[in-house]
């Protein structure tokens, strides 16, 4: 299940379909006026209220509608299962908030709450909590006790911090955490065995937690634009993993066991300080379509022969320092349709350049490469060559 989405922020994919609550997005604005894509607010919030308990509507939508304070009258909504407030400018919710024990979605993001009311752990169906884009410094301790959750949403704040008691919350399917201020995780995150979506991207992790690889059921982990120098070698043991996203981090070394990892699409290492991958890992990676390992250190192909781009789509390796594409590293490459080997060191291309049949798209910019091979011409598929750059005579 996803979120409702402000305009500019989209959550990273997640997988929690298994929830039967879905958001439906803003209700009619009857009551509300569209002008230029705002909902001009004009509402009588007890009013609103009332209403709500009157039609007994499980949904209750004040998005968007420029509410500061939310009255304690909310709590005559003890029949609502879905609470909107997203977009607002509320800086605390009311203890009453509590009294809504029928609630499963409860959005909050876009406001300016730093705190929630210790009564929230009345919500004991509550399976999404969307907390994006307020301004938390840590996670309060009342969502740790909110133990039916299944979705949480906490990109965009200020927290430093997760506590070990994150344990406690065992049916969590999809954790967002991307876009905080967080240098560690605690060992008890391994104790998520139902989660299936980590987002911990663009925080200042240094290390993960060897714990992690107690997380099977993970099919999506994001730890882009970290400060990790390693990755924990359990990591091997989420074999469910299909996306791991590890792009812009300090890693030099990739550990083998990602080997494990069968069911991995796509494997982007762009922007870390890798040298060369464990011999095989890419051959292991069987359904990889695509491949980018640009940004690092390598000066030769990973070692693993042709085996290691057979059902790959596009492979990326611009701005490392290869000097030479290996003699029939393609030869099995059907697939292969974009390549990228911009800024490397090549000074020829292989003779076999023209059994690369599938490819569409071959960017060799600024390499040192001095002639076009006449073998070229056979490439039927090739609709974008860039040369630009080189040496050529």
């Excluded at 906490?154 to 967002?176: A, G, W």
């Excluded at 695509?290 to 070692?303: E, W, Y």
């Excluded at 911009?342 to 023209?354: H, K, M, Q, V, W």
Aim: aromatic letters at 4%; charged letters at 20%; hydrophobic letters at 35%.
């Amino acid at each position: 299940m996803n979120p409702p989405k402000p305009s500019k922020d989209k959550e990273s994919p997640g997988s929690s379909s298994s929830s039967q609550v879905t958001f439906a997005g803003i209700k009619s604005a009857s009551k509300k006026e569209l002008r230029g894509g705002r909902i001009r607010a004009e509402v009588d919030i007890n009013r609103e209220i009332q209403n709500c308990r009157d039609e007994q509507s499980e949904r209750f939508d004040l998005s968007k509608s420029s509410v500061t304070i939310l009255p304690n009258t909310i709590k005559d909504l003890t029949h609502v299962r879905e609470l909107y407030l997203y977009s607002n400018r509320i800086q605390q919710l009311p203890p009453e908030i509590g009294n809504l024990v029928n609630l499963k979605v409860l959005a909050l993001s876009e406001n300016s709450l730093t705190t929630l009311p210790d009564t929230m752990d009345r919500l004991v169906q509550l399976k999404v909590l969307d907390l994006r884009h307020n301004r938390f410094n840590d996670i309060p301790e009342v969502i740790y006790r909110i133990t039916s959750l299944t979705t949480l949403y906490l990109r965009f704040n200020r927290i430093k911090e997760v506590s070990d008691t994150i344990r406690n919350l065992v049916n969590l399917q999809m954790l967002s955490l991307r876009e905080n201020r967080i240098r560690s995780l605690p060992i008890t995150v391994g104790q998520l065995v139902q989660l299936l979506t980590l987002d911990v991207a663009h925080n200042h992790l240094e290390h993960l937690p060897n714990e992690i690889g107690s997380c099977a059921q993970l099919t999506t982990l994001d730890l882009t634009h970290n400060e990790l120098v390693d990755l924990p070698e359990l990591i091997g043991n989420l074999k469910n993993l299909s996306r791991l996203l590890i792009r812009y981090n300090r890693l030099s070394t990739i550990p083998s066991s990602l080997a494990n990892c069968s069911k991995l699409d796509e494997f982007n290492i762009e922007g870390n300080n890798v040298s060369q991958l464990p011999e095989g890992l890419l051959s292991s990676l069987v359904h990889l379509n695509t491949i980018s390992l640009a940004r690092n250190n390598f000066n030769s192909f990973p070692l693993g022969g042709p085996t290691q781009f057979t059902s790959v789509h596009s492979i990326n390796m611009e701005c490392n320092t290869i000097d030479k594409i290996p003699f029939s590293i393609f030869s099995l490459a059907k697939y292969l349709s974009k390549l990228n080997m911009r800024e490397n060191a090549l000074t020829s291309l292989p003779l076999d350049i023209g059994s690369w049949t599938a490819l569409v798209e071959l960017n060799l910019a600024t390499n040192q490469l001095t002639i076009i091979p006449e073998d070229i011409k056979s490439l039927q598929n090739l609709e974008v060559l860039i040369m630009s750059n080189n040496q050529l005579k």
